[in-house]
Every structure is written in structure tokens, then in C-alpha cells.
């Protein structure tokens, strides 16, 4: 007999609360104090100009990916803004990325008068495909933004070669992927260019927002330092001239201080959520309500959230009833990631941007038209059965066991037989 659905009245299968993050303890708090001190003291700065802490944080962020350099920025949106605006590109070239992403991919491509183009995704990984990448392809095609989404790699190896045969340069969206690995590379260090988030929600912070991009390439780098450092960087000083229109995309002492702690979390922040993810992969094989995400031969992900796939075709309910009943068991969960492919997002639908120009799509650079309506099947189709799951570092084997536990309850209740 099974037991009733909590949502039905029955006992849930999880009576606690969802374990917190525990991220930060007495080391943030101490690197904290000591920055501030020493601002207090006159021996530093909680500016990065006279300060030790941001030059620090970007030496280890650079060790710890074996890149050349690294830059700190406020956050992951201006760490894509500041790696496409060291581009130099005229108004009017095409971006090539992902429908399935945060805002912050996309805003940043128009701010910079480029046209976001939108590649389809494996319904399965929610990545970007070569294929689709391939098709998008036109003479005015200049950068590829692969998103590395929940922190699965993408196919890499062929995006290179694409790249490499239409010479575009690729800036890798890694802001849901530290340490994710693709044939033993970690993700940010294959294309030209890698960008990452440091907000508070990401596998690391700077103190609550953040942001870096990482290169091998000299000129990438200075650029992008001065970009974002604005008059501050080596290169451009506010006694001398401007070269072009710059941001302040700084990063603080007391960030950096905190960055640097939480970068030496990294390495077991990535080997638990692996650990946990694999082990419901494993519990839940058997079910045929949903199916674990594919994950590439040869990658690593490192699971900023865990995605499932409902078989819609296989319930008797909706998705949002299946996830009201996962809640109602205990389960923190939420049904879709973004609400649509982005390019049905009311901004780019209406090409609502500066005042009434409609501009980059309207830019004479341009010159042509961009009909973005259903261009991503794929997309919708993983969106409309798509669950994230929150597990982090503070689950133990117990969570992962009650998710598993409540699925298979529900399956019992919802499959359609
Ligand atoms: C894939 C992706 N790109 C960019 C961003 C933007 O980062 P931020 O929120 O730090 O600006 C995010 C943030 O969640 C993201 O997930």
C-alpha cells in the first residue's frame, strides 16, 4: 500500500528544514577584520589602488586555472560585458550564445550595440550544440558564448574547430561552472576567454557580488583591465588620455579579501556536490518518471544546480503539480529554469532598448533583419520539463535519500501506466 502524497494529507517524506549553506566560517571573518584594519592603520586600502588584496585574488584565480592572467570584476554580467568590450567590434556583429541562461549573458551583448543570435541546446544537457551553432553561422557571426549551464561543460572540441574555421573568438560563460572539467581542462581555459560570477548564490563569492575573466591572451588582457579598471589600470592613467569609453567595473579590497579565502573552498565546495549528484544519479536510475541530465564523455560538471527531466509523456499530472508534490514531501524545487528561451523575453521580443531606437537591431552597421520567433525547439521543450534541485555542499547523503525517496513516492502516485 503506498503511502498518501502530503499534498493529499499523508506524512511527508521529509519533516526538517533544507540544510542552509555554510559558506563562510572565522577565515572570511578575520581576512575581513584585517583588510579593515589596515585601512584604519593607513597600510592599505579598501580600494583596489594602494590595496594588496584584488592583485592577490587575481594571482591565485589565475594559479588556481593555470592562465596567464586573471581580472576581478563586480560581477559576472560586467565579467561578459568587459571580455566582449575588449573585442574593439564594431556595432552590428552577431553574438552567438545560448537561449538558456541568465540575463546577465545577454544584456551585456546588447549593451555593446551586438545582436544576440541564439543557438539550439541539447534537450538533454540544456548546453549549446555545435550543430546549431554551426547553422547560426553568418558573414557578420564574430564571438561565441557557450554557457556552461548548472556547470555541465559544453562539446568544446568541435566549438574550437568551428571557431577556428570562421576565426571567431570564444568567451567562455563559466559563471555556473568553477572547476567544471572538459577532457581534463578546466571550463574558462579553452576559448579565448573565460568570465565568472562571484555572487553570493555561486560555488564561490567575493563577499556577496563579484565577478572574473581569465586569458592567455596579452591583449585580452589589457583590455580588459582597462575596460574595468577604468583610469586606474597600468595603461590608461587619469593624467593621461582616454583611449575609448571605459567602466568601472572595480572590485573592493574587502571582496577580494574574502574571494581569496573562498577560492581554497573550491576544490571540496566541487567534490561534494559531485559526490552527492552522482549518488542520486545512481538512486533514481530505475524510475521512469524522470531522467538525471546527460553528461558528456570526458566531463566533469561541477552542479551549481541539479537539473532533472520529468517525462511529461509518462505523468498524469503536470509539471507544476509534480513539483507541488515534491515540495509538499520536503523537497526544495522549482519547475523550469528561465520561464522561456530568452529571446521570448519582452526585451528582446519588443527590442525595447535605448529610448524608442530599437537599436542594435536597428543599427545601420547591421542592415538586415533577425526573426528570432521558435528558433530554439530544443530549448522550450527543456524548459517545459525541466526541475532544479538545490544541492550544495551542506547536503549530506540523507537529503540526496530523501529526494530519491520522494520521487519514487510520487512515481507510485503519478505514472502513467
Ligand atoms: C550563466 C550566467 N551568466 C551570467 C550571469 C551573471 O552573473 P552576475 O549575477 O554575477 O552578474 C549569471 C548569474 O547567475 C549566470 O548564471
Known sequence: ??????????????????????????????????????A???????????????????REFAEFFNVKYAVAVSSGTA?????????????????????????????????QNLIPVFADVDPETMNITPESIEEKITDKTRVIIPVHLWGAPCDMDPIMEIAEKHELTIIEDCAQAHGATYKGKYVGTIGDMGSFSLMAGKHITTGGEGGAIITNNENYYQNVMIFSRSRYSPWATIRFD??????????????????????????????????????????????ETVSFPKILNNTEPSFWFLPLFVNLEKITVSLDKFVDALQGEGIPCGARYTVAPMYEYRFIKQRNTYGYSKCPWTCPYYGQEINYHDSCPNAKKALDRVITLPIHESCSEKEIEDIALALEKIEAHYLAR
Not at 15 to 35: C, G, H, M, T, Y
Not at 49 to 55: F, V
Not at 80 to 97: C, D, F, K, M, Q
Open 1 to 38: 500500500m503506498v503511502e498518501k502524497l502530503a499534498i493529499e494529507g499523508g506524512p511527508p517524506i521529509r519533516k526538517e528544514p533544507w540544510p542552509r549553506r555554510s559558506q563562510f566560517d572565522e577565515k572570511e571573518l578575520k581576512a575581513v577584520i584585517n583588510v579593515m584594519k589596515n
Open 40 to 58: 584604519i592603520e593607513g597600510t592599505g586600502s579598501l580600494w583596489r589602488r594602494g590595496g594588496r588584496e584584488c592583485i592577490r585574488f587575481e
Open 79 to 111: 565579467a561578459i560585458h568587459t571580455a566582449l568590450a575588449s573585442l574593439r567590434l564594431n556595432p552590428g556583429y552577431e553574438v552567438i550564445t545560448s537561449p538558456i541562461t541568465d540575463v546577465g549573458t545577454i544584456t551585456p551583448i546588447i549593451y
Open 242 to 287: 582616454i583611449d575609448y569609453p571605459v567602466l568601472n567595473y572595480r572590485l573592493t579590497e574587502l571582496q577580494a579579501a574574502v574571494g581569496l579565502v573562498q577560492l581554497k573552498k573550491l576544490p571540496q565546495i566541487i567534490s561534494k556536490r559531485r559526490r552527492l549528484c552522482m549518488k542520486l544519479a545512481k538512486l533514481i536510475s530505475d524510475l
